[in-house]
Structure formats: C-alpha cells, structure tokens
C-alpha cells in the first residue's frame, strides 16, 4: 500500500495518495493520539488536525524516511502540542509504594475504582502531560519501552525515569485522595 502512495506521489497525484495514506493510517494515528491524549474527542481533534498538516506536506515528503515514520512523527507532535496546550503542570515529591499497584491496575481501569475505593483515570489525567503520556502508553496501550521510547522520540532510559516519577505522583495524589475520603 505505501508503495502504491509512493506511486501516486510520483505520477503527480497527491489526492490519491492522501486517500490511499487515510485509509491505511487513520486508525493508527486515532489510537497514538487517544494514547497521549486520554481522551476520545481530543484525539479525534488532533488525529484530524495530524491529517490536515500531513496533507500540507505530503508535496515535500522526499521519503528521506519510511513514509509511516513521517506520519507516525507527525501525528505524534500533534497530538504533544495538544496537550501541552491544554496541561497543567503540577509536580509532587512524595514517594508511595502503594502507586505500583495503582499503576499496575490502570489497565483494568473499570476494576480499580470499585475495588481499591479511587478513581486510577481521574488521578493520571491530574498527572504533568509528561507523565501521563508514558502511563497511559506503557499500562493503558501496553506498550514496551521500546515502543514508549520511539513513539514519544526520547531515550528508554527517559522513559523508565518518567514512569518511575509518574509513580510517585500517582502515590502522592492516591494519598490526598485516601486523605480526602477518609
């Protein structure tokens, strides 16, 4: 399919070759969007804004890399400048060992709330944008590392320090949240 998009772009058709790249990305680049992002209709937003700007360079795209590397950079500045728009950057330095259990049961999101007494989404959304990207990527995706490292295009050794921290601000707003409720 790449190879047909190539084509396209070679006979001087950038129409075909944009409607041949939506079909074969738009789910890939929803669900990278929807990993940083934490939010549907955000994603939706920026998956369409990641398109518009694709569809403004697809003329200049000199294939110097793979065709679903420049997508895949592309979706993901997007849905990055989309949540650095719209964070709030709080930090905490509380250490809880208690947050890897929580981080641990992030994937079975629905679960945690009715059995640990809180609510694991609302406490990652309260997360710096950072943090909340490697925790919703590494639990919610289920993404490696590897995957973490170059869909955010930072060293794995980044990510593991951003998950490590995440950690404990998870543990820290678990604690104000045990706290609050009692």
């Known amino acids: 399919m790449e190879q ?4 396209c772009l070679d006979k001087g058709d950038p129409r075909a070759a944009f409607d041949l790249l939506v079909r074969l990305y738009q789910d890939k680049v929803y669900r990278l969007s929807l990993a940083i992002l934490g939010d549907p209709g955000r994603a939706e937003d920026s998956a369409q804004e990641a398109f518009l700007r694709i569809w403004k360079g697809l003329g200049g795209f000199r ?4 065709l679903s590397t420049w997508i895949y950079s592309v979706a993901r500045n997007t849905a990055l400048t ?6 709030l950057h709080r930090t905490h330095s509380l250490e809880e060992p208690s947050i890897r259990i929580a981080a641990e049961d992030y994937r079975q999101e629905c679960a945690a709330p009715a059995r ?3 609510d694991v989404s609302a406490l990652v959304n309260q997360l710096p944008a950072r943090y909340a990207q490697v925790i919703r990527l590494y639990y919610m995706e289920e993404r490696s ?6 869909l955010l295009d930072i060293p794995m050794g980044t990510v593991k ?3 490590h ?3 404990n601000e998870l543990a820290t707003a678990l604690a104000r949240s045990t706290v609050k409720g009692g």
Request: positive net charge.
């Open 145 to 150: 590392y590897d995957e973490v490292a170059r």
């Open 165 to 167: 921290r995440a950690r």
């Open 161 to 163: 320090t951003l998950l």
């Open 63 to 66: 294939a110097q890399s793979t």
């Open 4 to 7: 047909r998009i190539k084509s």
């Open 82 to 87: 989309a949540l650095q728009s719209t964070s």
């Open 116 to 118: 640990a007494g809180f």
